[in-house]
Structures are given as C-alpha cells and as structure tokens.
C-alpha cells in the first residue's frame, strides 16, 4: 500500500514542484493591432536594481517580434533619433515626438516597456529569479493597440527540497518577454479579416 501511495504521490508533487508561478494580463484592438508591420522598439524603463535589465528586455523584445516576421528598425537607428529629438532618457514622448519619429524611422508603430522587477529572492539557501514586465504598442497618434503585463516567480518546492540549481535570472527575463509578446501577432490577426 505504501508503494502504491509513493508511486501516485511522487509524480504529483515533482510536477507542482517545477512548476513556476506567475501570471499574464494582456488587451488587444485587433483592428488596430492588426495594421502594425514595422515598429521601432524605444527605450525600456527600468525599475529594478538591476542597471541593464531595461536594455535586455528591450533586445529580448527585438528579437521575438523579428522571429514573428514584424519589421523592426535597429536599435541604433532609434536611439540617435530619439536622442536627435531630445527626449528626456528616452522614454517620455508626446504625440508630436512620435508623430516625427514615425516620419523619420518610416514605422507605423511602436513598442515601449518596462522592467517593473527583476531580481533574485532568497529562501535560506535556495535562489531563484522573479520576472516583472509590461511591454505596448502603440500607435503613431499615441493609442495603445496592445499591451501586456505579469509577473513571474521562478520558485521551485523541487529544487529547494533538493538543492537543484533555479533558472538563470537572464534566461528568466527572456523566457516572460517571449511569453507577453506571443500575446502580440499582428499577422495573424490580418488572416483572419
């Protein structure tokens, strides 16, 4: 009976103990969403303790809406123009700021975010990554055509109980940007019109 027990139990508990908790919330105007083919990916903030965090999530975001086929002007491009423009860190534009930018970069769209938390929580001796980020698009007039938030804890009852090693806190950042921007397909919004 023991052995019965033991084989039903262990595998329940191996897979609630890798599990990861965390949660996504995203909203959509899919006809608006669905016009967006070229965007430029300004400048995240960054509120963690973590200087680069912002710049990761931000090459992170560059790269999954490259892999989803949307047209994404370098990083460098935007960054002189938006320095050109002499926005404050880079991050606070009115409607007149992306209005110029989209003439200039030839987008119809674009993306900000920001790295809300980003750290390493400790429980004795064990370690593992918390992930906060919220990522839009918005439009050349400044209206918001998609944008996602959640937070994500890497915490393992496994790899606690047995000393297993957590997620890279970088590979934890890349793994929640991917995940909010699967929530983001322009494309195929457009098949379905």
């Known amino acids: 009976m023991k052995k019965l027990l033991i084989v039903f139990i262990f595998p329940i508990l191996l897979i609630a103990g890798c599990a990861s908790q965390g949660n996504i919330n995203f909203f959509i105007k899919p006809k608006s969403a669905s016009k967006i083919e070229r965007v430029a990916v300004l400048p995240f903030m ?6 680069f965090a912002g710049g990761r999530a931000r090459d992170f975001a560059i790269t999954a809406l490259l892999e989803k086929g949307i047209d994404v002007v370098p990083k460098g491009e935007v960054d002189r123009e938006v320095k050109r423009l002499g926005v404050p860190n880079g991050f606070y534009f009115d ?3 992306l209005r ?4 200039v ?9 920001s790295v809300d938390e980003y ?16 990522i839009k698009v918005i439009d050349t ?18 790899g606690r109980l047995f000393g297993l090693k957590s997620k890279d806190p970088i590979i934890a950042l890349q793994e929640f940007t ?13 098949s379905k019109k």
């Not at 960054?46 to 200087?51: A, E, F, R």
């Not at 991917?178 to 457009?190: A, G, M, V």
Request: proline share 3%; charged share 20%; glycine share 8%.
């Open 46 to 51: 960054n509120y963690s303790t973590d200087k």
């Open 95 to 97: 409607v007149n700021d």
């Open 100 to 103: 110029v930018l989209a003439d």
């Open 105 to 113: 970069l030839k987008v119809n769209g674009f993306v900000q975010g």
């Open 119 to 134: 750290k390493l929580e400790r429980r004795g001796s064990y370690a593992y990554p918390v992930v906060a980020l919220t």
């Open 141 to 158: 007039n400044g209206n918001v055509v998609w944008q996602a938030s959640g937070v994500k804890s890497y915490y393992s009852t496994l």
């Open 178 to 190: 991917y995940q909010l921007l699967q929530t983001f397909n322009p494309k195929e919004l457009k």
